[in-house]
């Protein structure tokens, strides 16, 4: 992360909290999908508008079609969280499940696997992080943004500030898989830059 937003011993607090967030994200996701679920190291740093586009370059390099579930969290920590999957990445999530596939999947079930799937982790990992920081938050009903398109076509929050981002900006990203499958989803977590003076404030009282 950038000097301008965070020194170096606010980084290391907020990577301890983010850290301790994504275990019992995993726990939860663990249950939720009977244990298969492997998490990467998350990626905590600050963007600007620069990054941001260098950022859906990587997306539209690692997925040629995503879905994207969004969910907006609110309060003194707020931001938006968004889950990205693409198409290889459902089907191993089928395969974990066990669904039968001989009737085809529908956009219906489609969506909801997305929103149980992103509920999980945002209720768990955003709630966790206020909670450490005591920091006040809510969330908002998830939505799907995009469904199945070419990933230079979707449209969702965190692209939607590129031309009127101004300074920089959080982002969390965490990349995670299903055991036995090589396919990524990702959770991008954006937090507003009117919450960065609190969040600065919550973990001076920690170091």
Known sequence: MSEELFNEDERD????????????AGATLAEAFAGFVNLRVP???AVSAEDLRET???????YERIS?????????????IAVVYGP???????QVLGFD?????????????????????ASTCVQEISTLLELRTGLRPPRVMAFDVPTSEADWHLFGELETLAGQ???IDIVFHLE????????MVTVQQNCLPALKQALAKRI
Do not use: W
């Not at 596939?101 to 982790?121: K, S, T, V």
């Open 56 to 62: 859906r370059a990587r997306l539209m390099h690692t």
């Open 43 to 45: 990626e905590i740093r």
């Open 88 to 94: 290889a990445s459902y089907a191993a999530l089928r």
């Open 13 to 24: 607090v907020l990577g301890e909290m983010v850290n301790i967030a994504m275990g019992k």
């Open 169 to 171: 900006m959080l982002l």
């Open 68 to 80: 994207v579930l969004e969910q907006e969290f609110f309060g003194e920590f707020a931001g938006t």
């Open 180 to 187: 036995g499958h090589e396919v990524p989803f990702e959770l």
């Open 101 to 121: 596939d001989r009737a085809g999947d529908g956009r219906r079930q489609r969506e909801e696997l997305l929103l149980e799937l992103g509920n999980a982790l």
